[in-house]
């Protein structure tokens, strides 16, 4: 697995749009999380599913990538999983509730929604967003 960190150079609208999918990724996350919460119960693929309405329920969720939605949607999944970890191990004092996110600094992208330059210094994104 690849994994590319790189420093950012832009202009200020550009990094208004990556702000913009970065909340989106954030909202999709706390949303999975309340979802969990008000039903008990539920599993990865009901969250999935909850995923895809809510993509039809907010026309600006649509705008990120699918599978930037669902990287989403695993890492509240991931949060959930652990949680109960925890609850089943008894040297465990602080059980560590999931919580929402409110200082997200980061989308996560698997394979696709950006496509790397030719020269590796230029990405794109090609999700829906006002892209400049």
């Known amino acids: 697995m690849y994994v590319i960190e ?13 702000d913009e999918m970065i909340r989106t990724a954030q909202f999709v996350r706390n949303k999975m999380l309340r979802y969990w919460m008000d039903n ?4 990865k693929k009901e969250l999935m599913k909850y995923n895809t309405q809510l993509r039809y329920e907010f026309e600006w ?11 989403s949607v695993e890492r509240a999944w991931f949060a959930i999983s652990r949680f109960y970890a ?15 996110k409110k200082n997200t600094r980061s989308v996560e992208y698997k394979t696709s929604g950006w496509k790397l330059s030719e020269d590796r210094r230029r990405i794109t994104f090609s999700d829906k967003f006002i892209s400049v």
């Open 6 to 18: 790189a420093k950012l150079y832009g202009r200020g609208e550009q990094f208004r749009v990556i």
């Open 40 to 43: 008990r119960g539920v599993g």
């Open 61 to 71: 969720c649509a705008l990120l990538n699918s599978m930037a939605c669902q990287a």
């Open 86 to 100: 925890n609850c089943r191990n008894p040297a465990l004092k602080n059980k560590g509730y999931p919580k929402f």
